[in-house]
């Protein structure tokens, strides 16, 4: 299984850019597709956006499309979550998740959002704080 730390979350003004990372340890990072999710205080986890093993497939929630990006750095054992134009919606604590059991390409198919607890392992999350 592989292991996951995310960094890089903070404070922001709405309107404001930040960049997630998440630092995969274990096996082997490239086996797995690679997901984030967030959960505000008091909801339920909430699908982000995915993104496939080799890096060359994206899926995101409706609401993210145009200012998330997630991208992924095989070589580095990494994965990034790219946020623009964040709103006070935003604030959440953000989760990068792996699949490797085809969870995510499972969902597509069924045309429904991904889980967060059919996904191999997540991190320990990093908090989001958009003030307005």
């Known amino acids: 299984q592989v292991q996951l730390a995310e960094s890089g979350g903070g404070l922001v003004q709405a309107g404001g850019s930040l960049r997630l990372s998440c630092a995969a340890s274990g096996r082997s990072f490239s086996d797995y597709n690679m997901g984030w999710f967030r959960q505000a205080l008091g909801k339920e986890h909430e699908f982000v956006g995915a993104?496939?093993?080799?890096?060359?497939?994206?899926y995101y929630a409706e609401s993210m499309k145009g200012r998330f990006t997630v991208s992924r750095d095989n070589a580095k054992n990494m994965v990034y979550l790219q946020m623009n134009a964040l709103k006070p919606e935003d604030t959440a604590v953000y989760y990068c998740a792996a699949d490797g059991r085809g969870s995510t390409a499972r969902a597509i198919t069924q045309r429904r959002l991904p889980v967060l607890n059919e996904f191999d392992s997540w991190g320990q999350g990093t908090q989001v704080t958009v003030a307005s």
């Open positions: 993104i496939s093993w080799s890096g060359g497939r994206t």
